[in-house]
């Protein structure tokens, strides 16, 4: 069985603001990580190409040392900064991107974005240097607490705008925040979608769900010595074991407001 270090990156900066500050790699670090993945031996795939190697669908066996780097949201930081490092280490990536958040999404506009974001020019070359552009969503909302209508809207409306936008198909996506139910996951699969990625930061592994592929968080506090341990799947659960209470301890809380919003008929 080949475990999988897909790693969930956020804003690569040395300047992040209130709202990104903890989930912001600094740039040198960033660089000291890839070139740690690199003198490893570990192979770089986007989850597309993860995904398709796993399935036998692209006629090359899987690496002995795969490895993904994945960002959600779509900063303007990952063009300035991140992207530069991926390419000087020769290192492929997929970005979720939430298309109501771009910079000049125009009318398409909706919800907050946390911090600049990316315009769509700078999307399409970052997709000529070999990213893959993935869903997250249209206005990065909870997904499992909305109602059908909403939830697939906001699915099928990231999916087909990204699509128009960097003329490619779109087939993977992150949810926002992590969260997803087995009723956002059918969604997701009816929406075209063939892989999807949560956080439960543990390695990836044959015979996971690919609509519920666990993430490793690197943020800010990432140290060199938990990121080597993560990556080479050493004391993961001690590694994260705060963010594991938490999410389980939250996972609580959302069915019951998801039970309690059914009862009086909002979902």
């Not at 960097?166 to 996506?173: F, Q």
């Not at 009816?190 to 592929?213: F, R």
Request: net charge positive; with cysteine.
């Amino acid at each position: 069985m080949t475990r999988v270090p897909i790693l969930m990156y956020h804003s690569v900066t040395d300047s992040p603001n209130d709202e990104t500050r903890p989930l912001a790699v600094r740039p040198a670090d960033f660089a000291e990580q890839l070139a740690y993945l690199g003198a490893q031996g570990f192979t770089p795939l986007t989850l597309a190409q993860l995904v398709a190697v796993a399935n036998d669908t692209s006629g090359r066996a899987m690496p002995a040392r795969p490895v993904v780097v994945t960002f959600d949201d779509g900063y303007a930081d990952f063009h300035a900064e991140a992207l530069p490092v991926l390419q000087r280490h020769g290192f492929p990536a997929t970005v979720f991107l939430t298309s109501g958040w771009v910079e000049d999404a125009g009318e398409e506009a909706a919800g907050r974005p946390l911090d600049a974001m990316l315009t769509w020019s700078q999307v399409r070359e970052a997709v000529s240097c070999g990213i893959e552009i993935g869903g997250h969503s249209h206005s990065h909302p909870q997904l499992d607490q909305l109602p059908g209508a909403e939830l697939r809207q906001e699915l099928r409306h990231n999916k087909a705008l990204v699509e128009d936008r960097i003329g490619r198909p779109v087939t993977t996506m992150a949810y926002p925040y992590g969260y997803s139910s087995a009723r956002v996951r059918r969604e997701v699969r009816a929406a075209g979608y063939v892989a999807a990625c949560a956080v439960a930061n543990d390695l990836s592994a044959t015979g996971d769900d690919v609509l519920a592929m666990p993430r490793l968080t690197i943020a800010r506090g990432t140290t060199m010595n938990m990121f080597r341990r993560a990556v080479e799947g050493r004391a993961v659960p001690l590694i994260y074991l705060r963010e594991r209470l938490l999410t389980k301890g939250y996972a609580v809380v959302r069915r019951t407001r998801y039970g309690l919003r059914r009862v009086r008929g909002h979902v």
